[in-house]
């Protein structure tokens, strides 16, 4: 099997990296302690064509391939995993309307997506408070009155929903599985955002829930067929994972550069801590981990670009590598000692950006469920 990356990939990788240690960096304690990421940052990712790295030339993106998203991805979280996850949340919408919109529809929101807009951020909405995985519990409903769907209740946890933009939105249509998406425009009359969640990590990132009062959405904006909901959140969250998998690769990486930096800087007793063998013994288990989860993601990926069956393989990366730099970071923590539950390290904030990984896009327990429902065919 061939690992190498082409050309083209390592230019993305260098050039990303680039952009993100230019244009991000320098606002990491920024972000961290006003808790927002400035807004021209949106339009400065769109112009580095961060949000368009998978999606067709004719709708403004590169042209690349899945791996090449999860590629951009790692690297902006190996900087910054808010940042990663505005990235991989804005892809949402983006490849929803890929799957499952038709030509109107793609031309229509496709390019603005891509090239991002301030205040702008497309949105992904299917959580509600009853449940992030069920679709018999999606209450929000949407009825058709003449052109339009109209739009009652209450949607849980979503990212950017109080930014304005593209929302593709899960909404109930009939009894039981009848769930449908539907593409709207937030912000517009009939849609509210309360205050924002107060989040462990990611800081600068918003996640509200969303008030729906007769809020009302074209009938031509309905994606797919009525009722295809709950398959149009499967294929999409299929990618979602892999972004998630991406930002978790990223903060890995960093966080293992930041534990071998500091255990060849801090001496004790007149030698760095690195000459120790527990030291030693952690990094180790960390490059491990590292490059295990590296080489598991790169081959869902290339199976993906196959166009081969992903549903259990991006299930099996997205719970591995949410494991993973929940454990490296776990132990970067813990290699820089008590100063590692300091805020002067950033090993810190690495370990809580990291928890996001065990619970978006299904959470750790659901994705067993899925690995197992596709091994035994259920
Ligand atoms: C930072 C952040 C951003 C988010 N952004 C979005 C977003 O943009 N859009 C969106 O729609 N959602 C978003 N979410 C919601 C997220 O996807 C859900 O929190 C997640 O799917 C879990 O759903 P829940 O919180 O309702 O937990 P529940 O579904 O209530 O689960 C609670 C616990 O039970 C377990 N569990 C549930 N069902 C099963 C089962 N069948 N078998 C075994 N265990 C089970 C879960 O693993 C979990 O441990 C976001 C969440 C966070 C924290």
Not at 84 to 100: C, D, G, R, S, T
Not at 108 to 114: G, I, M, R, S
Not at 128 to 144: F, K, N, V, W
Not at 206 to 233: C, Q, Y
């Amino acid at each position: 099997m061939d690992f190498a990356l082409t050309k083209e990939e390592e230019f993305l990788q260098k050039s990303t990296r680039e952009f993100a240690e230019r244009e991000i960096s320098p606002l990491e304690n920024q972000i961290e302690q006003e808790d927002k990421i400035p807004d021209d940052l949106i339009l400065k990712l769109g112009k580095q064509g961060l949000f368009g790295i998978p999606v067709e030339k004719k709708y403004g993106g590169m042209g690349g391939r899945y791996l090449d998203l999860v590629l951009g991805v790692e690297q902006v979280a190996y900087v910054s995993g808010a940042v990663a996850f505005m990235v991989a949340v804005n892809y949402l919408p983006v490849i929803a309307i890929e799957i499952a919109g038709n030509e109107e529809q793609k031309a229509k929101f496709l390019p603005a997506l891509v090239k991002g807009k301030e205040k702008s951020l497309g949105s992904f909405s299917f959580t509600e408070h009853s449940t992030g995985s069920d679709p018999r519990e999606i209450y929000a409903t949407a009825q058709l009155e003449g052109e339009h769907y109209v739009c009652n209740g209450h949607k849980g946890f979503t990212t950017g929903a109080s930014y304005d933009g593209t929302i593709v939105i899960f909404l109930r249509t009939g009894e039981g599985t009848d769930v449908s998406a539907f593409i709207g425009q937030k912000n517009t009359e009939g849609y509210s955002t309360p205050p924002a969640y107060p989040l462990i990590g990611l800081r600068g990132m918003t996640v509200t829930d969303i008030e729906l009062k007769n809020w009302r959405i074209p009938a031509a904006n309905l994606l797919g067929n009525r009722g295809d909901g709950f398959s149009i959140l499967l294929n999409t969250i299929a990618v979602g994972k892999v972004d998630v998998a991406g930002a978790m690769l990223g903060i890995a990486q960093r966080a293992l550069d930041e534990a071998m930096k500091y255990a060849t800087e801090k001496t004790m007793r007149g030698r760095p801590i690195g000459n120790y063998q527990m030291i030693q013994y952690l990094i180790a288990e960390m490059a491990i981990d590292v490059e295990a989860g590296r080489y598991l993601l790169y081959r869902t990926m290339s199976l993906m670009d196959q166009k081969k069956r992903t549903l259990g393989s991006c299930a099996v990366a997205k719970l591995f590598l949410a494991q993973m730099a929940d454990r490296v970071t776990q132990k970067a923590v813990q290699v820089h000692g008590g100063y590692g539950y300091t805020k002067d390290f950033k090993v810190e904030r690495l370990y809580r950006d990291a928890k996001f990984g065990g619970v978006v896009e299904g959470s750790n327990e659901i994705q067993r469920v899925i690995i197992a429902r596709e091994l035994l065919k259920l």
